[in-house]
């Protein structure tokens, strides 16, 4: 999502360098406070990310934050797990495709 810089006319994004800085100057208002999508959860326990990762998509796990997340459980994504497709597919065997 996008804003326009009232000083400039062009698109800031939101969360963005440009836009703190417009708000602690107070030339834009202070909205409700953004959310960082990454953030999953306040705590990094490990039963918090054990948790977390049963509700997520495989493609995307829950680890522990670091650098500026440190204390809160962040999410990454994960390359994609072909193998474990072909295995769980293994229930075709009899089934042979031409190409």
């Known amino acids: ?9 062009r698109f800031i994004s939101i969360g ?3 836009h703190k800085q417009l708000i602690a100057s107070g030339i834009l208002p202070m909205a409700e406070a953004f959310e960082d999508e990454r953030v999953l959860s306040d705590s990094d326990s490990e039963d918090t990310i054990k948790r977390v990762n049963k509700k997520l998509p495989l493609h995307i ?7 500026k997340y440190k204390g809160t459980t962040v999410r990454r994504n994960m390359p994609q797990n072909w193998s474990g497709l072909t295995e769980d597919s293994s229930d075709c065997e009899g089934e042979e495709e031409d190409y």
Request: aromatic share 0%; charged share 15%.
């Open 16 to 18: 963005g360098r440009v």
């Open 61 to 67: 796990q829950a680890v522990k934050g670091r650098g």
């Open 1 to 9: 999502m996008a804003l326009i810089n009232p000083q400039t006319g």
